[in-house]
């Protein structure tokens, strides 16, 4: 593992109006006409630009008045940089959306990672949980793969959570592999079978690996990188493996994040097999608490929801995703109405099949309107708080980051407030929500992770942004090798006993209006 020069700064920054974080009573604390001074990475004092800056000239100065502050954003749910459309994997719901992966073609770690990163620091993303697919194969390349995803984001200067996706059965569909490989032509089924094999990993190794992954860069870079677990999903993981791995983050201290309820078929999945939700087995296996977050929860009843409540489990909420692959759309506001902590997340590309979570904010606050006069909606405030600060505590950053605050690290997107107003916002709306509604990618101008610049007039400054987009053009515009034709082939075969056993596992017409998802039995 290679490491980078120190990653924070010492400086001050000025704002007209500063949005330190969502206050108790649901109201945004905010200040104006104020320096921030940042020390060791860290904000130090937060005043009038006199004060601040008095016995500091050494120091840089950053902003003007002009500039709105507010927390960097959070990314909680993200897996890898080049989307599945840009390498030809048309949408379509997740059972037959996942297995055409495997055709796509593999690119360097780095650049891969550095591609979703400048995209997010572009946008004011400033934290990701990077969820990785998966292991397979030899020890030794889990750790290459994992160094140089952190690595990639030491670079580039965000903070990361990183964890890998962990599965012990069930990968091609919701049977058992043996039964789906033996229903398949010989030809597909000695292409894909080596491949299940070498992603056939005890579950022991995989904790062993986490313990030495996580000795190994919280030492290292202990204010920028959090080794987080990542159980699969309840129809990948059997009771046993789940049980290790929480196991293992209660002894470890770590957070838990796991795809859970995105489709209907992932619901129905745990009715049949254990007679209830999978939340509620998660419940009876102890598996449920503050540490852990579920990523999706599309299809999560009343009930459910009032055992997260009660165990104090934290969701998050995808939004692009449930539509975009027709998952469905979360119960959001009751969530909130149960206290329920919600983050964001913008899963492998957001409604643009880019990371701008500018824009997926925008979508989560439309999304949840709701038709009634009276009902409870989430403002700007509560959609920044999901995007800020309720991110950075499902990542393991609680209380470090997430708020303009003396005392949290200085991770902070400028806004122009010129280019949100475009040419005129009045000052009766408030700034939250010509923040939300107005701002975005364009009006950004500089971001900051841990006081370090990390963008300037809108553009990443601490790589060659634009040499590392030329050569992942140049490596996805080279011919398909021989490998990959054969394996878009077998793709070809494969999908259509993957959607034979869907239509099976599925016998109704496998539509009705998802609005309001499982939340419609209830009514």
């Known amino acids: 593992m290679s490491l980078e020069a120190p990653i924070t700064g010492d400086c001050i920054i000025e704002a007209g109006t500063v949005l330190c974080g969502l206050s108790a009573d649901g109201t945004m604390s905010m200040r104006h006409d104020v320096g921030i001074r940042v020390a060791a990475g860290m904000i130090a004092q937060i005043g009038p630009l006199a004060a601040v800056g008095y016995g500091n000239d050494h120091l840089a100065r950053f902003g003007s008045p002009d500039m709105v502050a507010m927390?960097?954003?959070?990314?909680?749910?993200?897996?890898?940089?080049?989307?599945?459309?840009?390498?030809?994997?048309?949408?379509?719901?997740?059972?037959?959306?996942?297995?055409?992966?495997?055709?796509?073609?593999?690119?360097?770690?780095?650049?891969?990672?550095?591609?979703?990163?400048?995209?997010?620091?572009?946008?004011?993303?400033?934290?990701?949980?990077?969820?990785?697919?998966?292991?397979?194969?030899?020890?030794?390349?889990?750790?290459?793969?994992?160094?140089?995803?952190?690595?990639?984001?030491?670079?580039?200067?965000?903070?990361?959570?990183?964890?890998?996706?962990?599965?012990?059965?069930?990968?091609?569909?919701?049977?058992?592999?043996?039964?789906?490989?033996?229903?398949?032509?010989?030809?597909?089924?000695?292409?894909?079978?080596?491949?299940?094999?070498?992603?056939?990993?005890?579950?022991?190794?995989?904790?062993?690996?986490?313990?030495?992954?996580?000795?190994?860069?919280?030492?290292?870079?202990?204010?920028?990188?959090?080794?987080?677990?990542?159980?699969?999903?309840?129809?990948?993981?059997?009771?046993?493996?789940?049980?290790?791995?929480?196991?293992?983050?209660?002894?470890?201290?770590?957070?838990?994040?796991?795809?859970?309820?995105?489709?209907?078929?992932?619901?129905?999945?745990?009715?049949?097999?254990?007679?209830?939700?999978?939340?509620?087995h998660l419940k009876a296996l102890g598996c449920l608490g503050p540490n852990v977050t579920l990523g999706h929860g599309n299809w999560m009843n009343r009930e459910d929801l009032d055992t997260l409540a009660d165990c104090g489990c934290n969701i998050c909420h995808n939004a692009s995703s449930g539509l975009r692959l027709g998952s469905g759309i979360a119960p959001v506001n009751e969530m909130r109405r149960r206290g329920i902590a919600m983050a964001l997340g913008i899963d492998q590309s957001n409604i643009a099949d880019d990371r701008d979570m500018t824009l997926e904010m925008k979508l989560v606050w439309a999304l949840h309107r709701e038709t009634g006069l009276w009902n409870d909606r989430p403002d700007a405030g509560a959609v920044l708080q999901m995007a800020t600060e309720h991110g950075a505590r499902t990542i393991g950053f609680g209380g470090f980051t997430g708020r303009l605050e003396q005392g949290h690290q200085a991770d902070i997107v400028l806004m122009d407030r010129r280019k949100i107003g475009r040419p005129y916002v009045n000052s009766r709306t408030s700034v939250a929500e010509s923040v939300l509604h107005r701002g975005g990618r364009h009006a950004i101008t500089q971001v900051f992770v841990g006081g370090r610049l990390v963008v300037n007039d809108g553009k990443v400054v601490t790589i060659d942004r634009d040499a590392v987009l030329a050569e992942i053009g140049e490596r996805l515009e080279r011919p398909d090798t021989q490998g990959e034709r054969e394996a878009w082939s077998m793709i070809g075969v494969l999908l259509p006993h993957i959607e034979a056993y869907h239509r099976k596992f599925t016998p109704t017409a496998g539509y009705r209006p998802y609005r309001y998802n499982a939340m419609a039995d209830d009514e």
């Open 71 to 280: 927390p960097g954003l959070v990314n909680s749910h993200h897996h890898f940089g080049i989307t599945p459309l840009m390498q030809g994997v048309p949408f379509a719901p997740l059972e037959l959306w996942l297995p055409q992966f495997r055709a796509m073609r593999q690119i360097d770690v780095r650049l891969d990672t550095l591609y979703s990163a400048i995209e997010m620091l572009e946008s004011g993303t400033t934290m990701v949980q990077h969820i990785n697919s998966g292991f397979a194969g030899a020890p030794e390349t889990w750790m290459v793969t994992a160094n140089a995803t952190l690595e990639a984001y030491s670079e580039i200067g965000m903070r990361a959570g990183f964890s890998f996706m962990i599965r012990d059965r069930n990968i091609l569909t919701y049977d058992e592999d043996a039964k789906v490989l033996a229903a398949l032509p010989e030809a597909v089924r000695s292409w894909i079978a080596p491949k299940l094999d070498a992603s056939n990993i005890p579950i022991a190794d995989l904790m062993a690996f986490y313990r030495a992954l996580r000795e190994s860069w919280l030492d290292a870079r202990p204010d920028h990188v959090r080794i987080n677990l990542a159980p699969a999903n309840l129809h990948w993981c059997t009771d046993e493996c789940l049980q290790a791995i929480f196991e293992t983050a209660r002894e470890t201290d770590a957070q838990v994040h796991m795809h859970l309820m995105e489709t209907e078929r992932q619901s129905r999945f745990a009715q049949n097999k254990f007679g209830h939700s999978a939340v509620q």
